[in-house]
């Protein structure tokens, strides 16, 4: 890229790239609708440019930030996959993108059809018994679910203060937990990576709402004591909740109810090939079992004989959660994506993205320590430790692979993990994409032994070199 200069930079009179038509409202009736205090009495000051300028404008910008369509993004935890194409035409046509939320039900029976059949598949897909698609992302979904799990507390006359969530868990989870009004009490891990079911029964007891899991937990390792935990929480009639931010490795293998929860999320914008990352539009679904379907958001899609139509006659429902009826274009590429792949197919998707994990695992645990030795799921947690003590952290392993053209994995997290690096391929990267990330991870560590510097000072190769990311959050600056 040239310059970087703003289309307002770049602004001169008289340069033109789009001539509108003229307004066809007459003038008089803009003023009946628009008090006049509202009118505008000068032209906006938006910038003249030229097509051709505003063309490159967008493009080269387009090309400063690393994205998947442009090489491997193994962000863990996070599940950049390759979202395909047709999603986005499917959603973005006029049939999908027209439709206004205030229609009568009987003009939008194909969107309700949409929404029912979405409903249907992640009951399919999970064992739970309803869904409702309201919630916008997965800390949306958290804290839908902690607000079902109070109301039935409250209908059970039960007396609950807390909600229990291991170590290992996302950040989300203790805040959602917090913002639903409970107190997050932290469980331990064992040097396996589980949950410690000693700490857990420690923590047990009447007062305990319920416990908050992902599943593979976000080591990528599958809790294989799920049922005994579900059996301890619901001793105390307590509600299993999981995080069901990592379903693409479970799908077509394990059903979340036959692991005895009772409430799950699920991120469209994760597995269910939304892109996502900078902030658009996602999707947090909550599943419930039966005996807390009556306390779902409002309005829930209801099927009569061959209608659709939207059912707000539920007193017990915790409400409203999100404007409208969600985020309706995610959940068409949802629908688009299950109905794409079949059973087959999405249990391919989990087949495959737990085969490249290990395939990365087992490609770099010589090199890189693995402080959790049990065989992931769908992501691998390394620890830069060895590298540290030649000088260079994990931030500096996470910024030079930016140089080699990828993106970082996630760094710090899961916190159990000292300079961890979560590394999660997804999917949709085949052997050679695989092979390419291992080779550079290698090189990365050569590196770290025999050029150091090269890794504390990178990026190199990017547009911005090392930004002070502190600052960057306190102080941030979106204003020209
Ligand atoms: C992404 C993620 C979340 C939060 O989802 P958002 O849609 O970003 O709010 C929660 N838990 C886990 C394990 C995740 O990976």
Known sequence: MTDRKLLIERSAEGKQSLVLPKTDVPEKAIEKIVPAHHLRTSPCALPEVAEPELVRHYVNLSTLNHHVDKDFYPLGSCTMKYNPKINEAFAASPCISEVHPLQPDANIQASLKIYHDVERFLCEITGMDAFTLQPAAGSHGELTGVMIMRQYHEHQKNHKTRILIPDSAHGTNPSSVNIGGYQAVTVASTPE???????????LDDDVAGFMLTNPNTLGIFEKNVLQIAELIHSVDGLMYMDGANMNALLGIVKTADMHFDITHINLHK????????????????????KLVPYLPVPRVIKDKDNYHLSWEHPESIGKVMAFWGNYSVIVKTWVYIRMLGEAGLKDVAKHAIINANYIRASLEDIYELPYKTPPMHECVFSGDRQKSRGVRALDIAKRLL??????????????VHEALMIEPTETENKASLDH???????????SREHPELLTSAPQNTPVRRIDELKANRDLNVRW
């Open 437 to 447: 990330f291992i080779a550079v991870m290698r090189k990365i560590d050569e590196e």
């Open 193 to 203: 990576g589980l949950v410690d079911l000693d700490d857990l029964r420690a923590k």
């Open 403 to 416: 140089d080699y053209g990828m993106h970082a994995p996630t760094v710090y997290f899961p916190l159990i």
């Open 271 to 290: 597995t269910f090939s939304t892109p996502h990352g900078g902030g658009g539009p996602g999707a947090g679904p909550i599943g419930v079992v039966k």
